[in-house]
């Protein structure tokens, strides 16, 4: 089972067209000068001409913005040219998998290490991505079948392995780096483990058709990336459960 979740303060934000992901200023008023810089530096001239004929009674900043994106982007698809930077995008793009990549692989080798899932078999995982304007963090979470072995808590916090640090909250947590967390909780005869990784940036969807909302871009992270990865770097003992 699959579960996109995006965490903002409103839902309609989380769908709306997010300024903040084009790297925009939403504070200040659409110039000439200031051109979003995920967009493509062959079309600055389609953006200056937009601006230019953009009506100045509307006062309302976010709006503004709005409206120039909407012209601009209808102006670059008559004219049949590619609004964004693919350059830029794809730069960016290899860096992120590459992160989350290198910052997986140290979590699985850390988990195999200890042999986790030996004595705690999956029942059901889902996967999550929480996208902030200028970052990302990516989750996995898995609920276990019944546990057997009532000594798991006392295991987990044994040093220097496994070595997981039994938090206030009753949460075991392991700091794999400071990018990458395996947290365990136990409710009744279940465990609830999650893996998170933070990413310093944001993808770009290369083929979007016009700018994304952060619940769009969640789900791309999610299903194009982060899914991608746990099928190519696995833990051991998950029965093929996509953790």
């Not at 200056?48 to 006062?59: F, M, P, T």
């Not at 929480?130 to 996995?140: R, W």
């Not at 019944?146 to 640090?165: C, E, H, K, Q």
Request: with cysteine; net charge positive.
């Amino acid at each position: 089972m699959t579960l996109q979740v995006v965490k903002t303060t409103e839902t309609a934000k989380s769908n709306a067209v997010d300024l903040e992901l084009l790297g925009i200023d939403a504070a200040k008023k659409p110039t000439g000068a200031r051109y979003p810089k995920l967009y493509n530096p062959k079309c600055h001239k389609i953006w200056q001409k937009v601006i230019e004929e953009l009506s100045q009674e509307e006062k309302d900043t976010q709006q503004l913005w709005m409206t120039s994106i909407r012209k601009f982007l209808k102006e670059c698809k008559d004219k049949e040219l590619d609004p964004f930077d693919k350059n830029l995008a794809e730069k960016t793009n290899a860096s992120i998998e590459s992160w989350l990549a290198s910052n997986r692989v140290k979590a699985v080798d850390y988990c195999n290490k200890i042999q986790l899932f030996k004595n705690m078999a999956i029942k059901s995982v889902k996967r999550t991505a929480e996208v902030n304007e200028k970052n990302f963090t990516v989750h996995s979470q898995a609920i276990t079948k019944v546990l057997v072995d009532p000594t798991l808590g006392s295991w987990l916090s044994t040093n220097p392995i496994p070595g997981f640090a039994l938090r206030e909250s009753g949460c075991y947590e392991k700091q794999i780096n400071a990018a990458t967390t395996v947290k365990i909780n136990f409710i009744g005869n279940y465990a609830e483990i999650n893996l998170s990784i933070f990413c310093h940036s944001i993808p770009n969807i290369l083929n979007a058709k016009s700018s994304v909302s952060r619940a769009k871009l969640a789900k791309h992270i999610e299903k194009s990336i982060w899914t991608s990865l746990i099928k190519k770097y696995k833990f051991n003992g998950t029965q093929n459960k996509l953790f």
